[in-house]
């Protein structure tokens, strides 16, 4: 590795001269591998800020996700039906509350989703995929 434009050019000097030496040094330096791994500068990680719902405390599940995961081949009694899981995630705090539908329409989700307020209580702002 080099040691920078003097350093080289005085390590060069000392056993010959070369005309035109500090601009050969710096095309050197400055196409030398190693020297540029070694002297490249990490990327900043641009990140926006979080929503507002996300940084307010607020109690859990009052701000929540909303997804579906499936299907799932279950085992019922010896027979394989497909399940699928409606994924209800915090806002806040990332927190997951599982409910199993036994298919995709809107009264078993409404019935999954029934369940879920009961258990954890009202949300004010849903987002879902």
Request: hydrophobic fraction near 35%; glycine fraction near 6%; include cysteine.
């Amino acid at each position: 590795m080099h040691g920078g434009t003097a350093s080289t050019l005085a390590q060069v000097r000392s056993n010959c001269w070369i005309p035109k030496g500090r601009q050969l040094v710096k095309k050197v330096i400055r196409n030398c591998f190693i020297c540029r791994k070694y002297l490249a500068k990490p990327i900043d990680q641009l990140t926006s800020s979080l929503p507002c719902d996300r940084t307010n405390q607020t109690p859990a599940f009052s701000v929540c996700g909303l997804d579906f995961a499936g299907p799932l081949n279950v085992n019922n009694f010896g027979e394989l039906q497909k399940s699928y899981i409606v994924l209800f995630t915090c806002g806040v705090t990332r927190t997951l509350h599982l409910e199993l539908v036994s298919d995709m329409t809107t009264n078993s989700f409404l019935l999954a989703f029934r369940r879920f307020l009961a258990r954890r209580g009202s949300c004010k702002v849903i987002y879902r995929e």
